[in-house]
């Protein structure tokens, strides 16, 4: 075999040499470059796992964010129609109760005037019935020609208009 290998040219002494050199530069450079290199690729690796995983709580946080806001939103919402509906309830409310108020006022102005006629009507019946008397008397004094006293007169011509009346 030294000898194909001194055909081929090749130093053995150099072969060995060479590959006591390539071994030593493979350990050096597996202790101190590929180490680094080794520990920089799991450190990148972490670094990357770790972003993902941020990323991921980021997102969480994110639809756990949306889904607060809807719940407000919605709990605004119906907040709000309730504010609506009792406004519109009292306002309702308060239109019923003016309406009412109204309509009383509009009765008691009727009975008011409908009492202040009647107490006209009696008074003018009691005037008439006072003219009346007044008449009577006139009359029969011409027709008798004497006179009986006032207060007599008046209380026989009563008693005849309430006999009428």
């Known amino acids: 075999m030294d000898q194909v290998i001194e ?4 130093d053995s002494k150099m072969l060995v040499f060479s590959a006591i050199n390539f071994l ?4 050096l450079l597996n202790k101190f470059l590929f180490s680094r290199i080794g520990k920089f ?3 990148r ?17 994110l639809l756990q964010t ?3 806001k809807e719940k407000i939103i919605k709990q605004a919402s119906a907040e709000a129609n309730s504010i609506i509906s009792g406004a ?5 409310l308060e239109t019923n109760e003016l309406r009412e108020k109204a309509t009383n006022n509009i009765k008691e102005q009727e009975e008011q005037s409908q009492m202040k006629i009647e107490a006209e009507r009696q008074q003018m019946i009691n005037e008439l019935k006072e003219k009346v008397a007044d ?18 007169d008046k209380e026989i011509i009563n008693k005849y208009l309430d006999k009428l009346g």
């Open 45 to 61: 690796k972490q670094i990357i796992s770790q972003s993902l995983e941020n990323a991921k709580k980021i997102q969480e946080s």
């Open 24 to 27: 030593i530069v493979i350990v």
């Open 135 to 152: 008449l009577a008397i006139i009359a029969t004094e011409k027709i008798i020609d004497e006179k009986l006293d006032e207060t007599r």
């Open 88 to 92: 519109k309830a009292k306002a309702l």
């Open 66 to 68: 949306d889904e607060e």
């Open 7 to 10: 055909k081929l040219g090749i």
């Open 41 to 43: 690729v799991e450190d």
